[in-house]
């Protein structure tokens, strides 16, 4: 079973930065794409970004595009959010995701390509 261990939230004002960041343990981390989605109270978890096994593609949801990069270290076995000019709309807890199948291509959007889960961390942004 995969640990993934988020950390990186907090409070920001509105225009500011934060940076997340996930390291899943007992899993050949290079093999597998990672993702980012998140859950604001009273709606449904909703994807953020993607990015492939090698790092070569990377995916966005079109609110964050422009605003967020999604980049893995796999020397590190890191996954990172980096997530800039935030908004009050961008509250929500964030939700790391480890995709279940090696080398995978397809759709990185889809919340059952993943099937490991961090715990979230919160993420709110003040106006």
């Known amino acids: 079973q995969v640990q993934l261990v988020e950390s990186g939230g907090g409070l920001v004002q509105a225009g500011g930065s934060l940076r997340l960041s996930c390291a899943p343990s007992?899993?050949?981390?290079?093999?597998?794409?990672m993702g980012w989605f998140r859950q604001a109270p009273g709606k449904e978890r909703e994807f953020v970004a993607a990015i492939n096994w090698s790092g070569g593609s990377t995916y966005y949801s079109d609110p964050v595009k422009g605003r967020f990069t999604i980049s893995r270290d796999n020397d590190k076995s890191t996954v990172y959010l980096q997530m800039n000019s935030l908004k009050p709309e961008d509250t929500a807890v964030y939700y790391c995701?480890?995709?279940?199948?090696?080398?995978?291509?397809?759709?990185?959007?889809?919340?059952?390509?993943?099937?490991?889960w961090g715990q979230g961390t919160q993420v709110t942004v003040s106006s």
């Open positions: 995701a480890a995709g279940g199948t090696q080398y995978y291509t397809g759709n990185y959007r889809n919340r059952h390509t993943y099937d490991s």
């Open positions: 007992g899993r050949t981390f290079s093999r597998y794409a």
